[in-house]
C-alpha cells in the first residue's frame, strides 16, 4: 500500500525534497507546521463556533451526500480569529500558492473547518479541480491545506488519498483500495496536496471523536471561488485585516501581469474601498 512522504516543521525542512514529493505524488504532510500557541489559539477561537454548529447540508441531492449528514462545514472564519489570519498569511504557505499558481495570481478558494462526527460514512473520492471542469489543464489550477486541529487517525476520519493520481489520466477513474492510504497526523500538522490528487474525507468509526481540520486552499485567481468571502466577511472585519489577507480573499482586485484586471469598483481596485 502507498503512503505519503513526511517531513518535520521542527527540523530543518528541505523544501525542494517536500516540492518534488507534491509533484510525484499529488501531496505530502507537514508534521508540527502550526506552532503549539498558534494552534491553541485556533482551537480557542473555533471551539465554541463548532460547539453551536449543526452538522449536515441544507442543499438537498449530491450535496447533501458529498458534504456528509454528521459533518459541521463552517465558513467565514476571518471574521472569528485572528489566529486563523496569521495562519493565512504564513510564508511556508504561501510557498506554495507561489510555486504552483504564480506569485500575486490567486485567491483563497475557501477557508472552511471540516468536522467529521461520529458515525460518519466516508466521502467520495475525487479531484478538487473539478470544481471547474471546463478550466482544468496540465498545470495546477488549485492547491490545497488541510491543517489538523485535532489527531486524524484511521478511526475518526483521517483523508483517504491515492498518492500519484494526480498523474493519472480521466476525471473520475476508478480507484482500488489498495492504492489509497489515510493521511494520519497529529494536531498542528498539515496534508500539502494537489487538486488533481483524488481524496475524500474517511469514515469516522469512533463513537465519540470529532475530527476537525481547516481546509484551506487557494485557486487561480482568474477562477470563482469556492467561498463567497465578501458575503461571509463584513466589511468592517475586511479593513481590520493585513494586505495579504485582504487581496486572498478577494477586498482585493486581481491584476495579472498580461491581461484585464478583475474584481474592480468604478474600474479601480476594490481595495480602494477599504481605505
Known sequence: MPDLQRFDARRDLDWEKAWKAFD????????????PELLAR????????????????????????????VTKRITGLPTHSQAWVELLCDERYQAMGDRYLGPNEYW??????????????????????????HAMRQHEITVTAIF????????????VI?????????????????????ATMTAGSALLYSGK?????GANVTTDQWRVGLHAGFCCGWLRSEENFQ???????????????????????YSPEFG????????DDAARLLD
Not at 490528487?197 to 474525507?201: E, K, S, T, Y
Request: proline share 8%; charged share 20%.
Open 197 to 201: 490528487v483524488i481524496h475524500g474525507g
Open 108 to 133: 483563497l478558494n475557501t477557508g472552511q473547518l471540516i468536522c467529521i462526527g461520529p458515525g460518519e460514512t466516508p466521502q467520495m473520492l475525487h479531484r478538487d479541480e473539478l470544481n471547474w471542469p
Open 42 to 69: 485556533l482551537q480557542a477561537d473555533f471551539g465554541p463556533l463548532i460547539q453551536r454548529h449543526e452538522p449536515g447540508s441544507t442543499t438537498e441531492g449530491l450535496w447533501t451526500e458529498f458534504h456528509g449528514d
Open 162 to 182: 491515492a498518492p500519484g493520481s494526480n498523474h493519472w489520466p480521466g476525471a473520475l477513474p476508478k480507484v482500488p483500495e489498495e492504492a489509497t492510504c489515510r
Open 24 to 35: 510525484e505524488d499529488g501531496g505530502l504532510i507537514v508534521e508540527s507546521f502550526i506552532d
Open 260 to 267: 484585464g484586471r478583475l474584481g474592480l469598483v468604478d474600474y
Open 148 to 159: 489538523a486541529l485535532t489527531d486524524f487517525t484511521e478511526a475518526n476520519g483521517a483523508t
Open 231 to 253: 458575503l461571509t466577511i463584513p466589511l468592517e472585519v475586511a479593513r481590520t485585516l493585513p494586505a495579504r489577507a485582504r487581496l486572498l480573499l478577494g477586498f482585493s482586485s
